[in-house]
């Protein structure tokens, strides 16, 4: 059973930085694309951003592209997502995703096509 645990969240002023972590288990985890998604309150699962199996392709959600960069490193069963230059509105509990293993390509993807997910960790960004 794949599990996908969070950490790296907390409370950082406009324009500081976080960086998020997920650690994988239960699958062989360089076998697959993994993802980043955030809820702010009252809003709708979004998609940040996305990296192929071997780390080599990304892709980015407008509203991130430029400050977020997301990277894995597959000794560590770990994908990494570093936040720069964070705006109150990137406040939302974050999630961390896995497709289903049959998936190919680095994304971008819908919630929707994702099977396996952490329980997330709240960035709160204050003005």
């Known amino acids: 059973q794949v599990q996908l645990v969070e950490s790296g969240g907390g409370l950082v002023q406009a324009g500081g930085s976080l960086r998020l972590s997920c650690a994988a288990s239960g699958l062989p985890f360089s076998t697959s694309g993994m993802g980043w998604f955030r809820q702010a309150p009252g809003k709708e699962r979004e998609f940040v951003s996305s990296i192929s199996r071997s780390g080599r392709i990304t892709s980015y959600a407008d509203s991130v592209k430029g400050r977020f960069t997301i990277s894995r490193d597959n000794a560590k069963n770990t994908v990494y997502l570093q936040m720069n230059s964070l705006k109150p509105e990137d406040t939302a509990v974050y999630y961390c995703?896995?497709?289903?293993?049959?998936?190919?390509?680095?994304?971008?993807?819908?919630?929707?096509?994702?099977?396996?997910w952490g329980k997330g960790t709240l960035v709160t960004v204050s003005s």
């Open positions: 995703a896995e497709p289903p293993h049959w998936t190919v390509g680095a994304g971008p993807w819908a919630t929707g096509d994702m099977a396996y």
